[in-house]
Nanobody, 121 residues
Framework: QVQLVESGGGLVQAGGSLRLSCAAS????????MGWYRQAPGKQRELVAT???????NYVDSVKGRFTISRDNAKNTVYLQMNSLKPEDTAVYYC???????????????WGQGTQVTVSS
C-alpha cells in the first residue's frame, strides 16, 4: 500500500557532499513527520534528522551545521543534504515517515529500504 524509496547514496571523499531523497507513494492520506536514520556496522540505528509537516526540524548533534533536512509536501518527498561529510558518517541511511493511509484512522511509521553512504578518508 505504501512505499518509501530512497535514492542518492554512494561513495564520496571526506569533505564532499551528497543529497539523499526519499519519495513516499501509495494510498497516502496524510504525512506527519518524516525523517532520516542511519545505522553503521556494529552500531544501533540512530536518528539523524526529522522534519514535521509544518517544517520544524531537529538534528542529532553530530550533524548540526553540516546536514539539512527538507521536504516537498506536494511530492511526498523528504531530502537530506549532507555537506562536509566525514568518515564517521558512513552508514546505511533509512527514510522514515509517520503517515496515515486512506484505509486507517491512525498513523503508522513506514521505513524505506535504506541507501548506503560511504565516506572515504
Amino acid at each position: 500500500q505504501v512505499q518509501l524509496v530512497e535514492s542518492g547514496g554512494g561513495l564520496v571523499q571526506a569533505g564532499g557532499s551528497l543529497r539523499l531523497s526519499c519519495a513516499a507513494s501509495g494510498s497516502i492520506f496524510s504525512i506527519n513527520a518524516m525523517g532520516w536514520y542511519r545505522q553503521a556496522p556494529g552500531k544501533q540505528r540512530e536518528l539523524v534528522a526529522t522534519i514535521t509537516s509544518g517544517g520544524s526540524t531537529n538534528y542529532v548533534d553530530s550533524v548540526k551545521g553540516r546536514f539539512t533536512i527538507s521536504r516537498d509536501n506536494a511530492k511526498n518527498t523528504v531530502y537530506l543534504q549532507m555537506n562536509s561529510l566525514k568518515p564517521e558518517d558512513t552508514a546505511v541511511y533509512y527514510c522514515n515517515a509517520d503517515l496515515r493511509t486512506y484505509y486507517t484512522t491512525i498513523s503508522n511509521r513506514y521505513w524505506g529500504q535504506g541507501t548506503q553512504v560511504t565516506v572515504s578518508s
